[in-house]
Nanobody
Framework: QVQLVESGGGLVQAGGSLRLSCAASGRTLSSYAMGWFRQAPGKGRLFVAQITWRDGNTDYADSVKGRFTISGDNAKNTVYLQMNNLKPEDTAVYYC????????????WGQGTQVTVSS
């Protein structure tokens, strides 16, 4: 298993920026890709962004393209989500997740970190 701990959430004004971090430990060599998801109150958990460790390929949800950037530091086993031009609709609990190369879905999840964007 891979253990994941998110940090960096908080309260920010609309138009502001925030950077989330996800520190991975445990069997980190089994992690093929890392992703960020978010869940707003009363809503389902939605995909936000993904990065592949090997080649750095990234994918983003349409709602965050051009505003969010996912990146990774292999040496630190840490993934980041730089969030710029935040909007109130970005308010959610943000979760970090890891998937293996053989998985179609994500295998391990962090506890989540709250991001609140005020208008």
């Amino acid at each position: 298993q891979v253990q994941l701990v998110e940090s960096g959430g908080g309260l920010v004004q609309a138009g502001g920026s925030l950077r989330l971090s996800c520190a991975a430990s445990g069997r980190t060599l089994s992690s093929y890709a890392m992703g960020w998801f978010r869940q707003a109150p009363g809503k389902g958990r939605l995909f936000v962004a993904q990065i592949t460790w090997r080649d750095g390929n990234t994918d983003y949800a349409d709602s965050v393209k051009g505003r969010f950037t996912i990146s990774g530091d292999n040496a630190k086993n840490t993934v980041y989500l730089q969030m710029n031009n935040l909007k109130p609709e970005d308010t959610a609990v943000y979760y970090c997740a890891s998937r293996s190369i053989t998985s179609s879905g994500y295998d391990d999840w962090g506890q989540g970190t709250q991001v609140t964007v005020s208008s």
